[in-house]
Structures are given as C-alpha cells and as structure tokens.
T-cell receptor, first 111, second 115 residues
Framework: ELKVEQNPLFLSMQEGKNYTIYCNYSTTSDRLYWYRQDPGKSLESLFVLLSNGAVKQEGRLMASLDTKARLSTLHITAAVHDLSATYFCAVARTPGDKIIFGKGTRLHILP | NAGVTQTPKFQVLKTGQSMTLQCAQDMNHEYMSWYRQDPGMGLRLIHYSVGAGITDQGEVPNGYNVSRSTTEDFPLRLLSAAPSQTSVYFC??????????????FGPGTRLTVL
C-alpha cells in the first residue's frame, strides 16, 4: 500500500530565510506531484517530477526527486510572505494509477 | 475551456438524507477522482475512474458511490449522509495516456455540512 509522508507538517519561518519540505513515499512510484493550496481555495499544481534526479524550479521554489531514496524535496529560497500556503506532495505508482496525497505542510512566513 | 467544474459549492444536509455531488470536465480526460479534505488529514482519495464504465475504490470509499457513464461526468453519491461526512470535497481529472506528465487539475470544491 502506498503511503506518503510529509514533514514538517507546520513551518513558521521569517522572510529571507531558506527552508526545505520533505516528502517520503513507501513504494516504487512513477511520478510525484507538488501542489499549493491557499486557505479556502482549491489546489494549484506546482511541479510534476517524473524521473530520478529530476529538478524543477519556479521562482523561489525548487523541487527535486530521488527515486532510489523515495524522497522528494521542495526547497524555498529567500522566503517571502506571498509563499505562505499549504503545500502538498502526492504520488502515483504508475502513469494510470491513483494519486495519493501526503497530509500537507502548512507554511507561515513572517514579515 | 471551463476545466473541472463542481456543483454545488455549498450544501447542508440532515443525517440520513441523500445527495449527489456533481463533477464535470471538458478536457477529454480519461482519469477522474474524488477526494475529501479534512483538517490535519490532507486529501484522502474516495473513488477514482480511469475511463467511462470503470471505477475503483480509493482510501476512504465507505458511504459513497460513484458511476462513470460518460467521459465528462463523474458524480459522487451519498446514499445516507452522516455527520462524519462533513468535509470539503474535491474532484480532479487528468489525461491517462501518452508520455506527458499527466498534470492533474482540481475543481473548486464543494463544502458539505451534515447536521
């Protein structure tokens, strides 16, 4: 059974600092997704990572995937208040398989 | 292109009532799914479908039924609502074939309260 774990579940940090959110999953999987959710809103797709060593960057966010370690990271560089949100990782074992989510990391960036 | 649409946006039910949450997509996606979101629990998969006529259970299927008669629509039925089903429900869709990265798109959500 595929399980997805994120840590930390809650992160409070100051603007300008760097930090990393971790996503571990339990079985060999084909792809990993990162999403952002603002309070009261739906989910917005950030990244889809398909292969070992994949790295994608958008602004101050960078995601990477290590399929051997079954680990993905979401790195935040020089955080700004606008990045405050909940971030989810999700995993699918195969291209057509169901997508299972982690519990999310609630990120609060202090001005 | 409307993407993924859900109706209603809000609903209040009494225990034991039944209702159907509607979900539609206009992207010709084969894969559709329903999630519920509860505080501290992330998103949990209820049911999913890989194409018309094919459905399967997710992590928390009890108390919910689905069917997929067309590619566009994937309704979620609550046959006898319980307070434990109070939640925000999200529908999602994605393409299921080819070598693309299969980005999954989410609807706006339905906030359901069961009294």
């Amino acid at each position: 059974e595929l399980k997805v774990e994120q840590n930390p579940l809650f992160l409070s940090m100051q603007e300008g600092k760097n930090y990393t959110i971790y996503c571990n999953y339990s079985t060999t999987s084909d792809r990993l997704y990162w999403y952002r959710q603002d309070p009261g809103k739906s989910l917005e797709s950030l990244f889809v990572l398909l292969s070992n060593g994949a790295v994608k960057q958008e602004g101050r966010l960078m995601a990477s995937l290590d399929t051997k370690a079954r680990l993905s990271t979401l790195h935040i560089t020089a955080a700004v208040h606008d990045l405050s949100a909940t971030y989810f990782c999700a995993v699918a074992r195969t291209p057509g398989d169901k997508i299972i989510f982690g519990k999310g990391t609630r990120l609060h960036i202090l001005p | 292109n409307a993407g993924v649409t859900q109706t209603p946006k809000f609903q209040v039910l009494k225990t034991g009532q039944s209702m159907t949450l509607q979900c539609a997509q206009d992207m010709n996606h084969e894969y559709m799914s329903w999630y519920r979101q509860d505080p501290g629990m992330g998103l949990r998969l209820i049911h999913y479908s890989v194409g018309a006529g094919i459905t399967d259970q997710g992590e928390v299927p009890n108390g919910y039924n689905v069917s997929r008669s067309t590619t566009e629509d994937f309704p979620l039925r609550l046959l006898s609502a319980a307070p434990s089903q109070t939640s925000v429900y999200f529908c999602a869709s994605r393409a299921n074939s080819g070598g693309s990265y299969n980005e999954q798109f989410f609807g706006p959500g339905t906030r359901l309260t069961v009294l």
